[in-house]
């Protein structure tokens, strides 16, 4: 085997790791929950928003970060951050240890992610290049297709096995790496605003805070306003710093652009709606059904495979109907799926006729949304900001994801009743909601199918001394 296609092999398992622990963890949670007796589901469901606020938070600066010190050195060292934080969270006594650890975890994969692309890029030449970057995108749908087996698997044996796995796969591949990967820097870039990075994950953090804890503190306590209102402070210094500070954590200029902010909002809504789905869905089948967790996980296979089916045919499709016609249509059908179970899911299993279909109907649509986000997302900036871009609309991903989490326990943790089903269907009813919301984020990108036109070079006349 070629080098070039040995540096795919390294840096793809990196990120399959990384992407893995999205879909797999949350089948740990109602384990977690049984092991550590006495625990709140909103305790618990800080091992899922560590991890997705520590990432939002440090992609940006730690992609900068890479340009500046090697991506060679970052990528070695998020490796090993991201393993000694599985190790961790393998071993954790308590819950809060397991938060601790997970804090580790999104580090390490927030300095790997940026550095692997960039690592990836340098080994193939132009013209193989969009290959290779298809490849490594298409770990990210390989992971969402092997996420619930594999997660039903291993949480069958304990959950800890979630995490500990990322080890031994983890320590071939930093071997690897450490053999294969050279050297790359870009000491043009400016110093990363990691003080900008702790005040966005402290102000996420107050947001998640306030929304999971408002059932029992109560919606109009002191508690809840204080969080709230502090995050809402922390909203303004953090966009003034962004106004201000030479390399921000996001770049203002970009947000002008109106087609890629749109594509932004519409993915933190769309990923919003998302996170609850993936993890209602879990709570749903082994809570309400009573599903152990490898039936649970191979029940909600179909989803994530329809997704990684669609999801190489978007490219192809966008370029035909328009990346804003193709979300549209992607964040509707998830929305679809969302009014189904509402209507459909009772206390009764009915997995067939009542779970399935929108299992599929939701999964065609996450397969055509993602690209579509992501495409237009690029396509509305100039070719050197690609890469910030991309780390923004990761970021806004994973706020999305925090958001999700945090609504639907405060939704599930607001409706306690005898009838389970009720609760549930607040938590659909959030999925409907925010893929509506992201319906019209997204007819607002506009038309991004064609790049914009290049200003033509004005020849001037020649002088009149040198004219035949």
Not at 59 to 75: E, I, N, Q, S
Not at 179 to 189: C, G, I, Q, T
Not at 260 to 284: I, R, Y
Not at 297 to 303: D, E, H, N, R, V
Request: charged fraction near 10%; proline fraction near 7%.
């Amino acid at each position: 085997m070629e080098r070039r296609w040995k540096v795919l092999v390294v840096v793809s398992v990196a990120v399959l790791m990384a992407s893995l622990d999205l879909f797999i963890v949350n089948f740990a949670f109602p384990s977690i929950r049984r092991e550590f007796s006495g625990t709140s589901a909103a305790e618990v469901s800080w091992v899922l928003n560590a991890y997705a606020i520590v990432y939002a938070a440090l992609l940006v600066p730690a992609g900068r970060l890479a340009d500046l010190a090697g991506r060679r050195r970052a990528f070695l060292v998020g490796m090993l951050l991201f393993l000694v934080g599985s190790a961790l969270c393998g071993a954790a006594p308590s819950v809060p240890a397991l938060i601790g650890a997970r804090v580790i975890q999104a580090a390490g994969a927030a300095l790997l992610t940026p550095a692997a692309l960039a690592l990836l890029l340098v080994e193939f030449p132009p013209r193989e290049r969009a290959l290779a970057i298809g490849i490594y995108a298409g770990v990210g749908a390989a992971a969402a297709a092997a996420g619930p087996p594999l997660g039903g698997v291993l949480v069958q044996g304990s959950w800890r096995l979630v995490f500990l796995v990322n080890v031994p796969v983890g320590l071939a591949a930093l071997g690897f790496a450490m053999y294969m990967l050279r050297e790359s820097r870009d000491p043009a870039v400016g110093r990363p605003d990691l003080l900008g990075a702790a005040l966005l994950a402290v102000t996420i953090g107050l947001i998640s805070l306030g929304l999971v804890q408002a059932p029992d503190w109560g919606w109009g306590s002191v508690s809840t306003l204080s969080a709230l209102g502090a995050a809402a402070v922390g909203v303004g210094v953090f966009w003034v710093r962004c106004l201000r500070h030479p390399s921000p954590v996001v770049d203002p200029s970009m947000l002008r652009v109106r087609s890629f902010a749109m594509a932004t909002g519409a993915q933190v809504l769309f990923s919003a709606g998302f996170a609850a789905m993936l993890l209602g869905n879990v709570l749903f089948l082994t809570g309400v059904w009573k599903y152990p967790a490898l039936k649970a996980g191979l029940s909600l296979w179909p989803g994530p495979l329809m997704a990684a089916t669609f999801a190489p045919l978007a490219g192809r499709l966008a370029g035909r109907f328009g990346q804003r016609n193709l979300a549209v249509l992607g964040i509707g059908l998830f929305a679809l799926a969302g009014v189904w179970w509402r209507w459909r899911l009772g206390a009764t299993p009915d997995y067939l006729a009542a779970f399935l279909p929108a299992q599929i109907v939701g999964g065609v649509g996450v397969g055509l949304t993602l690209p579509s986000l992501t495409s237009a997302a690029a396509a509305s900036l100039a070719a050197p900001r690609f890469a910030t871009g991309s780390a923004v609309l990761n970021m806004a991903r994973q706020i999305g994801f925090v958001l999700g989490v945090a609504i639907l326990v405060a939704v599930l943790g607001t409706l306690r009743t005898a009838d389970p089903i009720r609760a549930f269907d607040g938590g659909w009813l959030f999925m409907v909601i925010a893929a509506g919301l992201g319906v019209l984020a997204a007819l607002a990108i506009g038309d991004v199918r064609r790049p914009a036109p290049v200003e033509p070079v004005r020849s001037e006349p020649a002088p009149a001394e040198a004219r035949p």
